[in-house]
């Protein structure tokens, strides 16, 4: 993604403080190693989220046009 490793926590941590429930947990090390994953609630989140882009999308489908259109030119 670009971003270093504690940026990447930084921002997880942000989300779980934000929402009242986790939406990612962490799994202590062992001798089957540590690792994190996304909560039931962090997969709803994660999808309300993929609807809200679509359908920002979707409303300024036309503008983006727009813009495209006056910047994209053919000869380059």
Known sequence: M????RR????????????????????????????AELTPFGH????QYRTIEVKAHKAVAGELSALVAATARSDR
């Open 2 to 5: 670009g971003i270093s490793y």
């Open 8 to 35: 990447a926590w930084l921002l997880v941590d942000a989300l779980n403080r934000l929402f009242e429930t986790p939406v990612v947990e962490t799994k202590h090390g062992g001798s089957a190693g540590g690792g």
């Open 44 to 47: 709803q989140v994660v999808q």
